[in-house]
């Protein structure tokens, strides 16, 4: 089992840069596909960014985020993180860390809240205009 916290968030103005970062407990992270998904107030939770498992070879955005965001992760440290650059109030939402152990983890699940077995409590962002 995996048990990930998020930190990093916080309130910053639009055309701002703030880096999330996801630490995950246990030994066999390296082995989990990882995720970040966001939820608005009276919105669906929904993707923004995902990489593979092990190095980390593959990465996946979606459309709103893609040349702004960036996902990467430390297998050293046991972390994913999030840089998000040129800040747009759209981009306001709880932002949530998810998991999922590689074997299971597809290019299309990876996008989905139904793909990941493990979440974070998630972390606040703010994007003022």
């Known amino acids: 089992q995996v048990q990930l916290v998020e930190s990093g968030g916080g309130l910053v103005q639009a055309g701002g840069s703030l880096r999330l970062s996801c630490a995950a407990s246990?030994?066999?992270?390296?082995?989990?596909?990882m995720g970040w998904f966001r939820q608005a107030p009276g919105k669906e939770r929904e993707f923004v960014a995902a990489?593979?498992?092990?190095?980390?070879?593959?990465?996946y955005y979606a459309d709103a985020v893609k040349g702004r965001f960036t996902i990467s992760r430390d297998n050293a440290k046991n972390t994913v993180y999030l840089q998000m650059n040129t800040l747009k109030p759209e981009d306001t939402a709880v932002y949530y860390c998810a998991a999922q152990s590689a074997i299971f983890a597809t290019a299309q699940a990876m996008r989905t809240v139904k793909g990941y077995d493990y979440w974070g409590q998630g972390t606040q962002v703010t994007v003022s205009s």
């Open positions: 246990g030994r066999t992270f390296h082995s989990y596909a």
């Open positions: 990489i593979t498992g092990w190095s980390g070879g593959s990465t």
